[in-house]
């Protein structure tokens, strides 16, 4: 019943090699399911960086923020 607006992905694996990830992610945005979401409709599914979002970015948290932030509210101009 959930209709995303957005959905955010993060490929998790061996390091530089996101192979199988990308595959699997192509396959699912294939099904009919998904293909009736919106944000995959909109073209509003983003795959984000591992190094900043799926451990602790540690200096690089500003960095997070902002990219985020574009993503949601458009690009705001702000640099590291």
Do not use: C
């Amino acid at each position: 019943a959930a209709d995303p607006e957005e959905i955010f992905i993060v490929y998790q694996g061996k390091s530089g090699d996101d192979t199988a990830a990308r595959a699997q992610m192509e396959s699912w945005l294939s099904d009919p399911a998904w293909q009736s979401l919106k944000a995959v409709q909109e073209n509003r599914v983003h795959v984000m960086d591992p190094s900043l979002y799926n451990l602790k970015p540690n200096a690089r948290w500003a960095q997070a923020y902002d990219e985020l932030t574009d993503l949601l509210y458009g690009d705001t101009g702000a640099k590291d």
